[in-house]
């Protein structure tokens, strides 16, 4: 939760890049582009999973023998 509230509070990600660059060691400015890089990664898949179910036809989610509840 830190680590979001750094990225986003300073409203972008290249002071918190160049942070990690300039002050911390090269393992750590590894670790902090492994999270983006699967940060963004997941979000992606989840925004393409979002699009691509299909919509009910009639606008509603019916089970399939919804008539035996």
Known sequence: ????????????????????KGRRSKVALKRFINKITLSVFLWSLM???????????????RLKNSENL
């Open 1 to 20: 939760m830190r680590f979001l509230r750094r990225l986003f509070a300073k409203g972008a990600f290249v002071p918190v890049l160049s942070d990690y």
């Open 47 to 61: 925004l393409i999973g979002l699009v691509a179910v299909p919509a009910p036809r009639d606008g509603v989610m």
